[in-house]
């Protein structure tokens, strides 16, 4: 357990389907994260939120779309994904600008067929 | 931006071995952190050590800010010791962790 919460875990979806994927932390922290984690693949930083406002966006395709309501929550909105969107999706949370240890959720296993 | 560069990239032990993995990183960092991948997908804090030496039961960690690499040390290995070990830098502002391509680490019995 470490404070941050990712559901689904697990997802299937068609390419015309809309899902998302939601997550919460509960460590009083400012800054939020999301990653994917393709096969074969580095963990690659997909978006960055920091006390709600979004601060990076690692040119991600607008078929994903982020968004943060308050400190403690995150979600990634899904649509017309493609096959090769299928990968595991991290949460993390941290301190602002990355002067703490950062924390991860356990993720979300997404496939798209 | 800034590279990560891990190995081994894949290393097989016997239960009882000591191993060591490797990070280098290619600028400044103001984060440095080593996590653990369980089979599940879960990643899991070991050390947050942006410098200095950290131990924590039969695993320790080093970093030399200065050269620009990073060590994690494990001892007397057990088989849940298995999984990936990643390596993560952070630059400074509003960037997030930058990961290395892992080490895949099996420990046998």
């Known amino acids: 357990e470490t404070g941050v919460t990712q559901t689904p875990r697990h997802l299937v979806m068609g390419m015309t389907n809309k899902k998302s994927l939601k997550c919460e932390q509960h460590l009083g922290h400012n800054a939020m994260y999301w990653y994917k984690q393709s096969a074969k693949k580095p963990l690659e930083l997909m978006f960055v939120y920091n006390f709600k406002e979004q601060t990076e966006n690692n040119s991600v395709p607008s078929r994903f779309s982020p968004e943060c309501p308050n400190s403690s929550h995150l979600f990634l909105h899904l649509h017309t994904l493609q096959p090769e969107d299928s990968a595991l999706y991290l949460c993390?949370?941290?301190?602002?600008?990355?002067?703490?240890?950062?924390?991860f959720g356990e993720g979300s296993w997404l496939t798209v067929v | 931006g800034i590279q990560v560069e891990q190995s081994p990239p894949d290393l097989i032990l016997q239960e009882g071995a000591n191993s060591t993995l490797r990070c280098n990183f290619s600028d400044s960092v103001n984060n440095l952190q080593w996590f653990h991948q369980n089979p599940w997908g879960q990643l899991i804090n070991l050390f947050y050590i942006p410098s200095g030496t950290k131990q924590n039961g039969r695993l320790s960690a080093t970093t030399v800010a200065t050269e620009r690499y990073s060590l994690l040390y494990i001892s007397s290995s057990q088989t849940p010791d298995s999984g990936v070990y990643f390596c993560?830098?952070?630059?400074?502002?509003?960037?997030?962790?930058?990961f290395g391509k892992g080490t895949h680490l099996i420990i046998q019995p």
């Open positions: 993560a830098v952070w630059e400074g502002g509003a960037d997030g962790l930058t």
């Open positions: 993390a949370s941290g301190d602002s600008f990355g002067g703490n240890t950062i924390y």
